[in-house]
């Protein structure tokens, strides 16, 4: 019996062309390398851009084309120019320049995973260094991840979350606060910088502290912020703070989580608010897509940084905190969950 011709539904085309989203990302770094996007901030032709940048004619054209299918250039009578997304994180011109934190980004998480990584994992299981690691031991397996996390949070990040603490009905009582595994401190500086009589506290890594102090002296804010560092599920994290902030922290204490949110209700004042930001996992842990794949380099490593959604609120309840609520919101990094929990 002759095997049937199939045809294709529209809403399952999207899986023959994934090929393409990868030479889409291959494009767009090439672009970043070769400075494209800082040449166009202006109407040129392919041919003035390479002329300038000594590059080959024809080929310039050939990925200024490519560019300007994927939105990222517009093109008019034979010239080029940024679309405003390329202006603002693409040209080297731009305090908003992102080309370095997207390439890192994908590199740390991504490109140090292959095809064939994969496959070894899935049929003989983890063989990495960190398998079945937690804390601070298991955060090791990224290396310094603190350049990114850097340019991420002065990118978008820092003033994202800095709009949601403001709106708390308790910020403007706020005196002082914790970022805690703040890595450079950009976010606490963001929200010092808001309220200029909030003390804060950045709480990381020693090595990542360095950073952090840079970061503070950059912002002119040595009078008023200060550091901690060592591992916050064994170490003081300090006390009498009216708010405490954990982006993304709580993931590396899974598997102490009562002890931390504990430890984080002792040093909070009475009425004190406790802000914890992560991607709480839906539906059977395979919601939302960019965490669940986020996450899985380091699974297939042997190690589980998952939470579900509720398990940060279920154990701050537990710890003493009285009231715990929740709202979903689509952030710069994802689709996360932020729970509020008040003492």
């Known amino acids: ?16 062309n994934m090929g393409l989203d990868e030479l889409k990302k291959k494009i767009v770094f090439a672009a970043i390398e070769l400075d494209l996007f ?44 940024n679309r405003e997304i390329s202006n603002l994180y693409l040209s080297r011109n731009s305090d908003g320049f992102a080309g370095d934190l997207i390439i890192g980004y994908d590199l740390t998480l991504v490109a140090t995973l292959s095809d064939e990584d994969i ?14 690691k937690d ?24 003033k994202e979350i800095c709009e949601l603490v403001k709106e708390l009905p308790e910020f403007k009582g706020f005196k002082k606060i914790l970022d805690l595994g703040g890595g450079p401190g950009l976010i606490g500086i963001a929200i010092g910088r808001e309220k200029e009589d909030v003390e804060g506290v950045i709480f990381d890594t020693p090595e990542t502290i360095v950073i952090t102090k840079e970061c503070i ?66 539906e059977e842990g395979t919601k939302p897509e960019q965490m669940v794949l986020g996450w899985f380099p380091s699974v297939l490593k042997g190690v589980d940084f998952h939470l579900d959604q509720g398990q940060v609120s279920e154990s701050a309840l537990r710890s003493g905190f009285k009231s715990a609520t929740r709202k979903t919101i689509k952030s710069t990094n994802g689709i996360v969950d932020v729970d509020l929990l008040r003492k």
């Open 1 to 16: 019996m002759m095997k049937p011709f199939m045809k294709v539904e529209d809403e399952h085309k999207y899986l023959f």
């Open 135 to 158: 804390g601070l031991e298991a955060h090791k397996m990224y290396g310094d991840y603190t350049s990114i996390l850097k340019k991420s949070q002065r990118i978008g990040r820092a």
């Open 38 to 81: 800082t040449q166009l901030e202006e109407p040129k032709t392919a041919k003035e851009v390479a002329e300038k940048m000594k590059y080959e004619i024809k080929n310039t054209e050939h990925i200024l084309n490519a560019l300007t299918s994927i939105d990222l250039l517009e093109k008019k009578s034979g010239e080029y120019k």
């Open 119 to 132: 496959v070894q994992a899935i049929k003989e299981g983890s063989k990495s260094f960190y398998k079945d």
């Open 217 to 282: 002296e950059e912002y002119q804010m040595e009078e008023r912020f200060s550091t901690l560092s060592g591992d916050y599920i064994n170490d003081d994290i300090g006390s009498n703070y009216d708010f405490v902030l954990a982006i993304g922290t709580l993931n590396f204490a899974k598997n102490n989580l009562d002890v931390v949110t504990k430890k984080i209700y002792d040093s909070l004042n009475d009425g004190g608010v406790f802000m914890a930001i992560s991607e709480g996992l839906v």
